[in-house]
């Protein structure tokens, strides 16, 4: 009889094995998978589809599944990848970007009490975490050029109850980022990087991810790249995490010291002061799979983004009323994921709100990609002023009740980008006349 091996991976030479994956995708599966991804309709779609299934179905006569789903050799492959391309050693594959935000949270040793600055503009799940657990959350004002957390309020907001400052690259456009580090460093505060829409961008030489203690990617499916709809990759800077943050991912299991008559051990992960409990993060062979294939043209996706914000910015370039989208620099390099449509109303004509319902008439698309945290309702329920935190974040209410919206800039036919940038500079101008 063979040797028997770690029940979870199928063992092959044992006469009684385990496989290791319950139930196996056939050929009708994939199929539908095929068509999922492809999807169409017609005569010639019908007689295409017709055709990849009969070769599908004789490739699954002669083909064997994979031995594993989840966390394997794909996964591992994808991690590499993203540390090649981000120059870092710790790129962990995760179910989303909000796992690596907790991953940081609870590394930090985060507490009731404790404050994290968060910017007043991000999406919730920057701040879901501490929240959720009773952590008060400070919101930062924002720059009236980038959107971005602005350091010099900050700074007017650090206490000594301080434990976490989250800058977020809105739109994948770089946080200023050395006096946020210069502020964390002299009050021994860690920096949590959401970068989110940020995957490839930089900041003074540096790639967006390797700058603050902890950065989280977000691959869901309006990012520039996706991995099947959802995953994130984490990172740390922190010496030795790297190998610990993996750990995390999965329950703290430990291989290296098993407990008796069993395969492995689960222990804690040490935080910044004390250990922490781990819990699920696992992801999917597809789903690393995935990420692999699009960080192979992310370059060239950003290179497609940049040049029609480049565009847009020419065009608008005719219209005082327009403040363009800043398009980096040396030490600059965003990812434009949104492009970033700022007025002046007095020049105008009308404020932001004017300006997108116009927009919407002309059924062009357009969002201020996230609102004010502080006005959702389950901030104020947990016991927060909103009308006191306006007061000290007047940016970040100027800003988003009256003078920026995003606009897409990926997946559009040059007809498409024109239309847009004539609709914007026409509505402009019929507000400008008062109509």
């Not at 007043?120 to 959720?132: G, K, N, Q, R, W």
């Not at 009773?134 to 050029?145: E, R, S, T």
């Not at 976490?164 to 994948?172: R, T």
């Not at 750990?247 to 299991?253: M, V």
Request: charge should be negative; include cysteine; hydrophobic fraction near 40%.
């Amino acid at each position: 009889m063979g040797k028997q091996t770690d029940f979870r991976y199928n063992t092959g030479a044992t006469k009684v094995p385990w496989a290791a994956v319950g139930e196996n995708y056939n050929v009708s599966d994939l199929m539908e998978i095929i068509k999922f991804l492809m999807q169409g309709e017609g005569k010639e779609y019908d007689t295409a589809i017709s055709r990849v299934y009969e070769e599908v179905k004789a490739l699954g006569e002669i083909s064997t599944p994979p031995g594993k789903l989840s966390l394997g050799t794909k996964v591992e492959e994808c991690e590499e990848l993203c540390n090649k391309y981000l120059g870092t050693d710790s790129a962990t594959f995760l179910t989303n970007c909000t796992a690596g935000f907790e991953i940081a949270y609870k590394y930090a040793n985060l507490k009731p009490g404790d404050e994290v600055i968060v910017p007043a503009i991000t999406f919730v799940a920057t701040m879901a975490y501490p929240l959720s657990i009773g952590a008060k959350l400070v919101f930062a004002d924002v720059d009236p050029v980038t959107i971005n957390m602005d350091p010099k309020d900050v700074e007017r907001k650090i206490t000594p109850k301080t434990k976490m400052i989250v800058p977020v690259h809105i739109g994948g456009y770089p946080v200023d980022m050395d006096p946020i580090m210069e502020l964390a460093r002299k009050h021994d505060i860690l920096v949590l990087e959401d970068a989110a829409h940020a995957f490839g961008a930089m900041y003074k030489g540096k790639k967006i991810g390797t700058i603050g203690d902890f950065a989280s990617f977000s691959f869901h499916e309006v990012k520039n790249i996706t991995s099947f709809g959802e995953g994130g990759i984490a990172t740390t800077t922190i010496p030795d995490f790297g190998k610990e943050m993996k750990r995390a991912r999965f329950f703290g299991t430990d291989f290296s010291k098993p407990i008796k008559d069993w395969l492995y051990n689960v222990t804690p992960i040490q935080g910044k002061s004390e250990p922490f409990v781990a819990v699920n993060y696992s992801t999917t062979e597809i789903q690393g799979l995935g990420l692999s294939l699009q960080i192979a043209r992310n370059e060239e996706i950003i290179a497609e983004r940049r040049a029609a914000a480049e565009y847009l910015n020419m065009r608008f370039a005719e219209c005082d009323a327009i403040i363009p989208q800043c398009l980096g620099g040396d030490d600059i390099k965003p990812t434009f994921h949104l492009y970033l449509l700022k007025i002046d109303p007095a020049k105008a004509g009308g404020d932001i709100q004017t300006l997108k319902r116009k927009l919407e008439e002309k059924s062009v698309t357009n969002i201020p990609h996230f609102g004010p945290l502080y006005r959702f309702k389950v901030v104020s329920d947990m016991g927060y002023d909103q009308d006191e935190i306006a007061k000290s974040c007047p940016v970040c209410e100027e800003v988003f009740y009256k003078r920026f919206t995003h606009l897409p800039l990926y997946g559009l036919s040059e007809d498409q980008l024109k239309y847009m940038a004539d609709a914007v500079l026409e509505a402009i101008a019929e507000m400008q006349a008062g109509k």
